[in-house]
């Protein structure tokens, strides 16, 4: 599966965005998807992750109750919403596919994703 992600850009602190990822060759519903960001001189680390059936998801702790990750099966892409963006979310944002797990807790761990997107820079200014 391709990946290409999008929606990045500028935004003040306390501002939203919506971060698009479009998958193409393979349909989604045969993936677990991840968000995952790495700020400058910082590892990667996860942000959000969906099952592909939907019934799992991952929030890092720094991100629960403000970012939302959902999927369109029709559209074949992943979206994370992010509102009450601060400063420190600065990071460039790559989704991942991981092939369909049958893990009842959908994984959030990087080496578990083996399709990646170029990933979209996201700032946010105080």
């Known amino acids: 599966v391709q990946l290409q992600a999008s929606g990045g850009g500028l935004v003040q602190d306390g501002g939203s965005l919506r971060l698009s990822c479009v998958a193409s060759g393979r349909s989604i519903t045969g993936y677990d998807m991840g968000w995952f960001r790495q700020a400058p001189g910082k590892e990667r680390e996860s942000v959000a992750a969906?099952?592909?059936?939907?019934?799992?998801?991952f929030y890092r702790d720094s991100v629960k109750g403000r970012f939302t990750i959902s999927k369109d099966i029709v559209k074949n892409t992943v979206y994370l919403q992010m509102n009450s963006l601060k400063p420190e979310d600065t990071a460039v944002y790559y989704c991942a596919a991981r092939t369909r797990s049958y893990t009842r807790v959908v994984s959030s761990d990087t080496s578990d994703f083996g399709s990646w997107g170029q990933g979209t820079l996201v700032t946010v200014s105080s």
């Open positions: 969906i099952s592909w059936s939907g019934s799992s998801t």
